[in-house]
């Protein structure tokens, strides 16, 4: 069935170091992909999604390259605040699951200043 | 645009007590609606969703119930609370029917059982 694997936290980091938060699925067809971000206490907020392959989806910084030959996802950003602290999760979408997402565990991300 | 309201933020419930959670979308027609709960520092368990009025499709056999009395509200129901029912229940919805479309998320009712 489909599933997403993403790397395990929590992931710290110093202010304005690289990010990168692995992601990688298995899917029977052509998925959308997405990662959304949860901040303490609140509910998921969509970050940003890919519909297609080498689609690159980007918000606030964040871009995830949609790679079909590597079935992943990853997460990354140039230079990280302390304001990204929070859990990211990626998820996918396809026909043959209804179109019900497929969550990731989820990977918390802590920046320290 | 569109919105999405749930009610309460924080409960705190005694066991064996019943429950209600609420959750309304505004300015769409026919969405998919989703109930989740989110266990302290753990991913997302989808619990119910919907494709319609009257239409609930259960994910896990569980102490709660969902149902949808109208095309944009959404209700979590249990007649008896247990201690392992807190969690973070969070509601969604999406467009009807197109993968390319992402869920969007109310801001969550912390429920604590005691």
């Known amino acids: 069935g489909n599933s997403v694997t993403q790397m395990e936290g929590p992931v710290t980091l110093s202010e304005e170091a690289f990010l990168t938060i692995n992601c990688t699925y298995t899917a029977t067809g052509y998925p959308s992909l997405f990662w959304y971000v949860q901040y303490p206490g609140e509910g998921l907020q969509l970050l940003l999604k890919?519909?297609?392959a080498d689609d690159k989806g980007s918000n606030k910084g964040f871009e995830a390259t949609y790679r079909k030959e590597t079935t992943s996802f990853h997460l990354e950003k140039g230079s990280v605040q302390v304001s990204d602290s929070a859990v990211y999760f990626c998820?996918?979408?396809?026909?043959?699951?209804?179109?019900?997402?497929?969550w990731g565990a989820g990977t918390k991300l802590i920046i320290k200043p | 645009s569109q919105t999405i309201h749930q009610w309460p933020a924080t409960l705190v419930q005694p066991v064996g007590s019943p429950l209600s959670l609420e959750c309304t979308v505004e300015g769409t027609s026919n969405p998919n609606l989703y109930w989740y709960r989110q266990a302290a520092g753990r991913g997302l368990q989808l619990l119910f969703y919907s494709v319609g009025i009257g239409q609930i499709s259960s994910e896990v056999p569980q102490n709660l119930s969902a149902s949808r009395p109208q095309d944009r509200q959404f209700i979590l129901s249990s007649k008896k609370l247990l201690l392992s029912d807190s969690g973070f229940y969070l509601c969604a919805w999406s467009v009807d029917g197109n993968s390319n479309q992402p869920q969007h998320f109310g801001d969550g009712t912390r429920l604590s059982i005691l």
């Open positions: 998820a996918l979408s396809e026909r043959a699951s209804n179109y019900q997402l497929i």
């Open positions: 890919a519909t297609k």
